[in-house]
């Protein structure tokens, strides 16, 4: 079975410009995460849904990050506009059930860079 | 709140030697699961165990061995004999029942040197 697909692997671009990440879970998951990787800050939950559906939205850290689930099978993470506060890798996750606690499987995350 | 503490900011064993990586968390909920993840160079989280907080039986898979006490309220683990290919960043995870909001700690760098 395909694991959690990310793209792009990775992103570089300049301040200002608007950056989209995809997230394909694991076939039959119904729960999507999306993390933040920092040397600061270390793994930060940013958001999850569960059947489509954002449940927990509190770690988005501005009204620039967005997230969407349109179906089951995808998911988006935007930064409008973005700043090189925001270069970190980006890692999606998903999991099997909700209702009982199952590990998250992660993709290969998104490496960010903003210049 | 539900934390998670990885006091070993960084480990360096030689290849062959035992190490145990420190894992102590908090939380209020009586039920809750406990995971550890691997980090290798390549960048991605790996899946290695999860113990929900009824189940205090310690776990063995090959090399690898799990502790959980809930009394210390600790969850180490321990690499047997350790190789090369070991050496990645681990990181201990807690959530607590009905919560998907997994927290994670900073993370143990383990080098194992040849």
């Known amino acids: 079975d395909a694991g959690v697909i990310q793209s792009p692997r990775h992103e570089v671009t300049e301040m200002g410009q608007e950056v989209t990440l995809r997230c394909k879970p694991i076939?039959?998951?119904?729960?999507l995460f999306w993390y933040r990787q920092t040397m600061m800050r270390g793994l930060e939950l940013l958001i999850y849904?569960?059947?489509?559906?954002?449940?927990?939205d509190s770690g988005m850290p501005e009204d620039r990050f967005s997230a969407k689930m349109p179906n089951a099978s995808f998911s988006t993470l935007k930064i409008q506009p973005s700043e090189p506060r925001d270069s970190a890798v980006y890692f999606c996750?998903?999991?099997?059930?909700?209702?009982?606690?199952?590990?998250?499987?992660f993709g290969d995350g998104t490496r960010l860079s903003i210049l | 709140a539900q934390k998670v503490t990885q006091a070993q900011t960084e480990i360096s064993v030689v290849e062959k030697e035992d190490v145990t990586l420190d894992c102590v968390y908090e939380?209020?909920?009586?039920?809750?699961?406990l995971f550890w993840y691997k980090q290798p160079p390549s960048g991605e989280l790996v899946f290695l165990i999860r113990?929900?907080?009824?189940?205090?039986q310690n776990e063995i898979s090959g090399r690898y061995s799990w502790n959980f006490q809930k009394s210390t309220s600790s969850f180490n683990f321990t690499i047997t004999a350790s190789q090369v290919v070991d050496s990645a960043v681990y990181f201990c995870?807690?959530?607590?029942?009905?919560?998907?909001?997994?927290?994670f700690g900073a993370g143990t760098r383990l080098t194992v040197k040849p």
């Open positions: 995870a807690l959530s607590e029942a009905g919560n998907n909001d997994m927290r």
């Open positions: 849904f569960n059947n489509n559906v954002p449940i927990d």
């Open positions: 113990r929900n907080s009824f189940d205090e």
């Open positions: 996750a998903s999991s099997p059930d909700r209702d009982v606690i199952q590990p998250q499987h």
């Open positions: 939380t209020r909920d009586t039920t809750y699961y």
């Open positions: 076939s039959g998951h119904n729960s």
